[in-house]
């Protein structure tokens, strides 16, 4: 009988602890929708963990800075990665060979680091080798990536429409995920906002 209790309660407790990422969904503020050619992909944004580059993504979003930017490094099993405004635009000025490689006109960011773990679904900001570099560049986990955490921002959890983001078109392996004839976001907006 003890036992039974015992795992109820490891239950019950089990999952308010796996609903409380998704109490970050609610905030419509704090909700970012990424419109994909497949369907909406729901992101929870994580002021919590990254205020500063929660901030420079939402007014890059409310800019729609996002809208038509590639997915130019997909990475089968790793990581899909978008979010360069400047080269990464399919509709203004792309460039294949520079994509990847720029910002926005945003500076960039101290590194805001925390505890949570690189799983499936995490959005985390792209940088380069410089922990305070990055600026509008973000990816979307596949898979977890224990060598991630502690060392990329978090900004985000998927909430809704992994199923979308594992149909993106996967990058040469070979050639470092880098995409030919890359899928995009097509439009990118934040939940609290009607357009």
């Known amino acids: 009988m003890q036992l039974k209790k015992l795992a109820a309660f490891l239950v019950v407790f089990a999952g308010l602890f796996s609903g409380a990422s ?6 419509p503020e704090n909700t970012m929708v990424i419109t994909l050619k497949d369907g909406d992909v729901v992101v929870a944004l994580r002021p919590d963990l990254a205020p500063k580059h929660v901030a420079q993504i939402k007014k890059l979003v409310r800019e729609g800075a996002y809208d038509n930017v590639a997915f130019h490094r997909v990475i089968d099993g790793f990581m899909a990665q978008t979010g360069d405004v400047q080269y990464g635009n399919m509709k203004k000025g792309f460039d294949a060979s520079l994509a990847g490689t720029g910002g926005s006109k945003e500076p960039d960011l101290p590194a805001e680091f925390s505890k949570e773990k690189y799983v499936r679904g995490v ?12 600026n509008s560049q973000f990816f979307i986990m596949f898979a977890p990536a224990s060598s991630l955490n502690g060392q990329y921002t978090i900004v985000g959890n998927v909430e809704k429409g992994m199923e979308f983001v594992d149909k993106i078109k996967k990058g040469d392996a070979a050639d470092n995920g880098s995409v030919s004839d890359p899928d995009r976001m097509v439009k990118v907006r934040i939940a609290a906002d009607k357009n």
């Open 22 to 27: 998704q109490a970050f969904a609610a905030d």
């Open 123 to 134: 959005v985390g900001m792209a940088r380069s080798q410089d922990p305070n570099s990055a």
